[in-house]
């Protein structure tokens, strides 16, 4: 008790005498006083009142590396506007003339294995992609700099060409956000060797299931998206329909054309690989009308075709509300109806397996991928998608319940729930890249 007190021997044994006199032996020992019992009651008070306000203020004395998650906590997702997507819509990048010189944008690509993180998206007390990112930054600056992703993937998921965004004040670079005359390429070369240092040093100072690579500034776009040709007159539409093109800055959610997704997958009688045991699902590939008891099923070329068909079913437009997950709880949060209308441009089945195993030893049996070219993803769209794909094959659901599912939904009585059919595992899915109009 003395030594965590940091008093000396003898105040130790004082102690000791104050509060069990008839078991202390030291030469120390007498009688306490009154003023000896006053001082150990206000020791004993001004150590609970101490404890106390260091529970109820414990953020704002944690170090700065651990503080981050409680000022992202209490500020930035206080902020967030309610998603649904995978893609959340900020329309935050509307240039006003007199603002291009505040603020300088940079835009990067990101590589990470999802597996020890629980998603992209910033949560409280929980190790997230996005947060990683922000803490480096953090570092970096010394203050809270936002990152934008393209895609918010869920926990377990991984990425291999996510696009994000940030934006650093003027005076945090050594170049002007503004160069009169200067072209695209101009502009990137003489930012080169500035993104080339920040990317380094970001890359040193996140983990290593996270790398970010292609650090660049940002392009400045002429768009006329969302305008409306009006005459201020009267409020009437003009006749020539002639819009006047806005100065925006590149944007990782609202400048994407589209997005590919693949989920990896076994049908063979096991994962073989434990190398791939959070890259790739093991799928029970006994499909209903095969004999439950016997040799394990052999996948036939017909089996595969059936499969090819029913995925090609996504293509196209079609409404997923189906798919989507949490659409009802979040459209309470919104206070508005989410537009569930998604159009897939292309779904491929590609063949992984290898006749003879590189090792000799490990089968690679049944390994398959499925590629999806999509606009926008629902939350657990893709897995959705990919789950309720397999239940057909399989036989479990009759494929006409799925066209049906697929429908647009003009009475609004489909949900969620009119799919019986469990989300795939999240280590199948990776999203592989987002495209833009650009070379990015």
Same mark, same amino acid.
């Given at each position: 008790?003395?030594?965590?007190?940091?008093?000396?021997?003898?105040?130790?044994?004082?102690?000791?005498?104050?509060?069990?006199?008839?078991?202390?032996?030291? @030469?120390?020992?007498?009688?306490?006083?009154?003023?000896?019992?006053?001082?150990?009651?206000? %020791?004993?008070?001004?150590?609970?009142?101490?404890?106390?306000?260091?529970?109820?203020?414990?953020?704002?004395?944690?170090?700065?590396?651990?503080?981050?998650?409680?000022?992202?906590?209490?500020?930035?997702?206080?902020?967030?506007? %309610?998603?649904?997507?995978?893609?959340?819509?900020?329309?935050?990048?509307?240039?006003?003339?007199?603002?291009?010189?505040?603020? %300088?944008?940079?835009?990067?690509?990101?590589?990470?294995?999802?597996?020890?993180?629980?998603?992209?998206?910033?949560?409280?007390?929980?190790?997230?992609?996005?947060?990683?990112?922000?803490?480096?930054?953090?570092?970096?600056?010394?203050?809270?700099?936002?990152?934008?992703?393209?895609?918010?993937?869920?926990?377990?998921? !991984?990425?291999?060409?996510?696009?994000?965004?940030?934006? =650093?004040?003027?005076?945090? %670079?050594?170049?002007?956000?503004?160069?009169?005359?200067?072209?695209?390429? @101009? &502009?990137?070369?003489?930012?080169?060797?500035?993104?080339?240092?920040?990317?380094?040093?970001?890359?040193?100072?996140? /983990? =290593?299931?996270?790398? *970010?690579?292609?650090?660049? =500034?940002? #392009?400045? *776009?002429?768009?006329? @998206?969302?305008?409306? #040709?009006?005459?201020?007159?009267?409020?009437?539409?003009?006749?020539?329909?002639?819009?006047?093109?806005?100065?925006?800055?590149?944007?990782?959610?609202?400048? +994407?054309?589209? @997005?590919?997704?693949?989920?990896?997958?076994?049908?063979?009688?096991?994962?073989?690989?434990?190398?791939?045991?959070?890259?790739?699902?093991?799928?029970?590939?006994?499909?209903?009308?095969?004999?439950?008891?016997? #040799?394990?099923?052999?996948?036939?070329?017909?089996?595969?075709? /059936?499969?090819?068909?029913?995925?090609?079913?996504?293509?196209?437009?079609?409404?997923?509300?189906?798919?989507?997950?949490?659409?009802?709880?979040?459209?309470? &949060?919104?206070?508005?109806?989410?537009?569930?209308?998604?159009?897939?441009?292309?779904?491929?089945?590609?063949?992984?397996?290898?006749?003879?195993? !590189?090792?000799?030893?490990?089968?690679?049996?049944?390994?398959?991928?499925?590629?999806?070219?999509?606009?926008?993803?629902?939350?657990?769209?893709? /897995?959705?998608?990919?789950?309720?794909?397999?239940?057909?094959?399989?036989?479990?659901?009759?494929?006409?319940?799925?066209?049906?599912?697929?429908?647009?939904?003009? +009475?609004?009585?489909?949900?969620?729930?009119?799919?019986?059919?469990? #989300?795939?595992?999240?280590?199948?899915?990776?999203?592989?890249?987002?495209?833009?109009?650009?070379?990015?």
């Amino acid at each position: 008790m003395a030594r965590l007190l940091g008093m000396a021997p003898c105040h130790g044994a004082f102690f000791c005498s104050m509060t069990f006199p008839h078991q202390c032996n030291s @030469k120390y020992h007498h009688r306490p006083t009154m003023a000896s019992q006053y001082l150990l009651i206000c %020791v004993v008070f001004a150590s609970t009142i101490y404890l106390t306000i260091a529970f109820l203020d414990g953020p704002s004395r944690l170090s700065p590396h651990r503080r981050i998650t409680s000022d992202v906590h209490n500020t930035h997702l206080r902020s967030l506007s %309610v998603s649904t997507d995978e893609d959340s819509h900020q329309l935050d990048d509307v240039i006003h003339p007199n603002d291009l010189g505040n603020k %300088v944008r940079f835009r990067s690509r990101v590589a990470y294995c999802g597996t020890p993180f629980c998603g992209w998206q910033l949560q409280p007390h929980r190790t997230t992609i996005q947060g990683e990112i922000e803490k480096a930054l953090y570092r970096r600056y010394n203050r809270r700099i936002a990152v934008v992703g393209a895609g918010r993937t869920d926990a377990g998921v !991984h990425a291999r060409g996510q696009a994000i965004h940030f934006d =650093l004040f003027q005076e945090e %670079v050594p170049f002007p956000s503004v160069m009169p005359n200067a072209t695209e390429s @101009k &502009r990137n070369s003489i930012s080169a060797d500035f993104c080339n240092e920040l990317q380094y040093s970001m890359n040193r100072m996140l /983990r =290593l299931e996270i790398r *970010l690579f292609q650090l660049q =500034l940002a #392009p400045y *776009l002429m768009t006329t @998206k969302g305008q409306t #040709p009006q005459d201020e007159s009267n409020g009437e539409e003009q006749q020539d329909h002639s819009v006047l093109p806005r100065l925006r800055l590149w944007h990782a959610i609202q400048s +994407s054309t589209s @997005k590919w997704y693949s989920y990896r997958f076994t049908l063979g009688p096991t994962l073989f690989d434990p190398m791939e045991r959070f890259t790739r699902t093991h799928f029970v590939h006994r499909p209903s009308f095969a004999p439950s008891s016997g #040799p394990p099923y052999e996948i036939t070329t017909e089996d595969i075709a /059936r499969l090819k068909s029913i995925l090609g079913l996504y293509v196209g437009t079609h409404d997923f509300k189906a798919f989507g997950g949490q659409l009802e709880q979040n459209e309470k &949060r919104a206070g508005r109806k989410i537009n569930t209308i998604r159009t897939i441009h292309k779904v491929e089945l590609v063949n992984e397996s290898r006749e003879e195993s !590189h090792l000799g030893f490990i089968g690679e049996e049944g390994n398959y991928r499925i590629d999806f070219l999509i606009e926008g993803a629902l939350y657990k769209m893709i /897995r959705n998608m990919v789950g309720t794909a397999i239940q057909v094959w399989l036989g479990n659901m009759e494929q006409t319940q799925l066209i049906e599912l697929l429908q647009i939904d003009q +009475s609004g009585v489909k949900s969620r729930k009119s799919n019986p059919c469990k #989300p795939a595992p999240p280590e199948g899915l990776t999203l592989e890249c987002v495209y833009y109009d650009d070379l990015f």
